[in-house]
C-alpha cells in the first residue's frame, strides 16, 4: 500500500472535524491552552534550575492534546490501522495487534511520566500537584483512547448540566494550573542550597 493509498484509505474513515464543538469541549480546550502558557512561563522563571525539562515537556504534552481535543487524531491513527491491515492481510488479527499497540502506548507513557517526575528530583514538593495533574490527565487521555465500555459510561453521564468528561478531563488541568500559578506568584523560585551555603 503506497502513502496516497493509506491517505485516501484513511480519509474514507476519518475526517479532520471539530470532535467536540459544545461549549465545554471548547473550555476544555482553553483550559488546556492556558495551562500550556502557564507551563512555558514556569520554564522560563526555573532558568538554570533542576525541575525546568519537566514543565517544557509538560507544556508541549498540553499543547499537543489541546489540539488533539478538537481534532479526535486518536481516531485517524486507528483508521490506518485498519487500512494497513485489510491491505496487509492480517485483519483477522488485529486484536493482537491492538493488544501490542495499547501495551506499547501505555508503556510509552509510563516511562515519559516517570522519566519526568524523576527529573524533579529534589524539587518534586514544590511540583507535586503538577506531577499528579499530569498522572491525571494521561490517565483520562489512555483510558478515553482504550475506549473502555464502561469508562465511557461513566464519563458520559451529566450531573447538574456538566458531564463526567469534563470534569474528569480538567481535574488533572486545574492541578496544574495552581501548581504553575503558585511557582510564578512567589517572589523566587525555591532553589536548592549548596553545600557550602548550607555550612555557613
Not at 27 to 43: G, N, S
Request: charged share 15%; proline share 2%; with cysteine.
Amino acid at each position: 500500500m503506497t502513502v496516497s493509498e493509506l491517505q485516501g484509505c484513511v480519509l474514507q474513515r476519518w475526517s479532520p472535524q471539530i470532535g467536540d464543538p459544545g461549549l465545554t469541549g471548547w473550555l476544555t480546550v482553553l483550559a488546556y491552552a492556558a495551562c500550556t502558557l502557564l507551563a512555558l512561563a514556569v520554564w522560563r522563571r526555573l532558568k538554570g534550575q533542576r525541575g525546568r525539562v519537566f514543565w517544557l515537556v509538560l507544556s508541549l504534552l498540553l499543547a499537543a492534546l489541546a489540539v488533539n481535543k478538537q481534532l479526535d487524531l486518536q481516531s485517524a491513527v486507528t483508521a490506518a490501522g485498519k487500512c494497513l491491515a485489510r491491505a496487509q492481510g492480517w485483519y483477522d488479527q488485529r486484536r493482537v495487534m491492538q493488544v501490542l499497540f495499547i501495551g506499547a502506548v501505555v508503556a510509552a507513557a509510563l516511562v515519559l511520566l516517570v522519566s519526568m517526575t524523576a527529573s524533579l528530583w529534589g524539587r518534586l514538593r514544590y511540583n507535586l500537584l503538577a506531577a499528579i495533574g499530569l498522572t491525571l490527565v494521561l490517565c483520562f487521555v489512555l483510558v478515553r483512547a482504550l475506549s473502555f465500555h464502561h469508562f465511557d459510561r461513566l464519563i458520559g453521564t451529566t450531573n447538574f448540566g456538566v458531564t463526567n468528561n469534563f470534569l474528569f478531563e480538567n481535574a488533572g488541568l486545574v492541578l496544574i494550573a495552581v501548581n504553575a500559578t503558585w511557582l510564578l506568584a512567589r517572589k523566587r523560585v525555591p532553589s536548592r542550597r549548596s553545600p557550602a551555603a548550607r555550612a555557613g
